[in-house]
């Protein structure tokens, strides 16, 4: 089955920096989503990509979906303490099993 | 707030206990995932169920099993439990298949 890999598992940056966090899948990328978790809580859905060269921004937080690398990355700019939480991939199975997956997580914490 | 409702929020229970977790999907959502997330797993997917059918499998244990009901809510028992059961259980429910919406979740205790 799919199998979605994050990196980095973790993040530490200064406020106000740019930081990328990336998502690279075992198969081939049909759609993919991300969500942010604050710790203990519920996902939050953040974007949906699902055409190959597919980039989406919402405030300062972008997301491209690059088909052939068979990867997605999220781009944070001018990074705010209200971007700390944990950052998750999720892609459909796509074996056509309907399993929505996940990556690990990518622990962001922004200093002031 | 998601649309999904997620019961109990906490749960403390004894090890070889049963007990039963409900999810009530946003209105009109047919789709309904259940996952668990501990600390060292990682949000494991469970089972998805689609107006009432069990669609797809992960790596649910035998001790564990879930229903959706004609009114859509979905309950997930755990039966046997055991220290490791112990976990956030999440459910998410969409349309069909694609963006998911997540409930609070149920932090289970087993002591």
């Known amino acids: 089955s799919q199998e979605l890999e994050q990196s980095p598992q973790s993040l530490i940056v200064q406020e106000g920096k740019n930081l990328t966090i990336n998502c690279t899948s075992s198969?081939?990328?049909?759609?993919l989503y991300w969500y942010k978790q604050k710790y203990g809580e519920g996902l939050i859905f953040l974007m949906m990509?699902?055409?190959?060269?597919e980039e989406k921004s919402h405030e300062k937080i972008t997301a491209k979906l690059d088909e052939k690398k068979q990867q997605s990355s999220l781009h944070i700019t001018a990074s705010q303490p209200s971007h700390a939480g944990i950052y998750l991939c999720?892609?459909?199975?796509?074996?056509?099993?309907?399993?929505?997956?996940f990556g690990q997580g990518t622990r962001l914490t922004i200093n002031p | 707030d998601s649309g999904v409702t997620q019961t109990p929020k906490h749960l403390i229970t004894a090890t070889g206990q049963r007990v039963t977790l409900r999810c009530s999907p946003r209105?009109?959502?047919?789709?309904v995932y259940w996952y668990q997330q501990s600390l060292d797993q990682g949000l494991q997917f469970l089972i998805h169920?689609?107006?009432?059918?069990?669609?797809a499998k992960g790596n649910i244990l035998e001790r564990f099993s879930a229903q959706q009901f004609p009114d859509l809510h979905s309950e997930l028992n755990l039966s046997s439990l055991e220290l490791g059961d112990s976990a956030l259980y999440f459910c998410?429910?969409?349309?069909?298949?694609?963006?998911?919406?997540f409930g609070q979740g149920t932090r289970l205790t087993v002591v």
């Open positions: 990509l699902q055409k190959g060269g």
């Open positions: 198969k081939t990328l049909y759609g």
């Open positions: 209105s009109g959502d047919l789709s």
């Open positions: 999720g892609a459909d199975d796509n074996q056509g099993a309907q399993k929505l997956v």
């Open positions: 998410a429910s969409s349309v069909t298949q694609g963006r998911a919406f």
């Open positions: 169920y689609y107006n009432g059918e069990e669609r």
